[in-house]
Nanobody
Framework: QVQLVESGGGLVQPGDSLKLSCVAS????????LVWYRQAPGKARELVAA???????VYEDFVKGRFTISRDNSKKTVYLDMNSLKPEDTAVYYC?????????WGQGTQVTVSS
């Protein structure tokens, strides 16, 4: 069973930045497409960004130009650099892989953007 441990969230003001990290306990980390999802209160989980094994990245429109996903295969870690944060970015952020996400999901890391 793969363990996912997300960290780096917090309470910030609009316009601030945060960097999230997620460590996955799998020896095949480098083979997978990794993703960040988020879930706001009362809403469904939604995809934020993805990074392929070769480094190609994809972003949802609502974070393009503000968020950057990256990976360090030697550390089995995927990152999400978040800049120009908005109140609507408030959510619990989760990492996983696609397709066939690992089960169970990690506990996520809470990001709250508020003045």
């Amino acid at each position: 069973q793969v363990q996912l441990v997300e960290s780096g969230g917090g309470l910030v003001q609009p316009g601030d930045s945060l960097k999230l990290s997620c460590v996955a306990s799998t020896s095949n980390f480098m083979l997978y497409e990794l993703v960040w999802y988020r879930q706001a209160p009362g809403k469904a989980r939604e995809l934020v960004a993805a990074i392929a094994p070769g480094g190609i990245t994809v972003y949802e429109d609502f974070v393009k130009g503000r968020f950057t996903i990256s990976r360090d295969n030697s550390k089995k870690t995927v990152y999400l650099d978040m800049n120009s944060l908005k109140p609507e970015d408030t959510a619990v952020y989760y990492c996983n892989k696609e397709p066939a996400p690992w089960r169970p999901w990690g506990q996520g890391t809470q990001v709250t953007v508020s003045s």
